[in-house]
């Protein structure tokens, strides 16, 4: 079912979204704030919806796969994936503790974890590559 979109010029409400969307880069995040006076009472769905409904959804993915915001991991190129997890088990593998880890890496601990969990490596993965770095020496 479609929805009615309001594209007149004069209509302030597409108007202030659509500077928004240019502010913030169409970062639905930081419009849903700005929106909100700094308050939680408007989510990113509801800017979604907001966003569809004027016409502006469009240009506000459009700017944000622009920018240089982190954002969704779903556009990362494979071998860019494989890069990374190959890079975390390296370092898992060459370190004592994985309290050590995230310095090397350049990382905070939470980025750490979550990027383990994503590429699901698990102890016996990291044990495994220790023995081959150890055997390479």
């Known amino acids: 079912m479609a929805t009615a979109q309001s594209h007149t010029a004069s209509d302030p409400e597409r108007e202030r979204l659509a500077r928004l969307v240019e502010l913030h880069q169409g970062n639905r995040s930081a419009i849903a704030r700005a929106l909100s006076k700094g308050s939680s009472t ?6 979604s919806r907001q ?3 004027h016409g502006l959804l469009a ?6 796969s622009m920018s240089r915001k982190p954002g969704p991991r779903n556009n990362v190129p494979t071998g860019r994936l494989r890069e990374e997890r190959e890079t975390l088990l390296n370092t898992l593998a060459s370190v004592a503790t994985y309290d050590e880890a995230p310095a090397k890496l350049g990382y905070s601990p939470a980025t750490m974890y979550r990027l383990i969990k994503e590429h699901s490596i698990t ?13 390479a020496k």
């Open 123 to 135: 102890a016996r993965q990291v044990a495994n590559r220790r023995k081959k770095l150890a055997a």
């Open 42 to 47: 408007i989510t990113r769905q509801g800017v």
């Open 51 to 53: 966003l569809e409904r």
């Open 59 to 64: 240009e506000a993915d459009r700017l944000s």
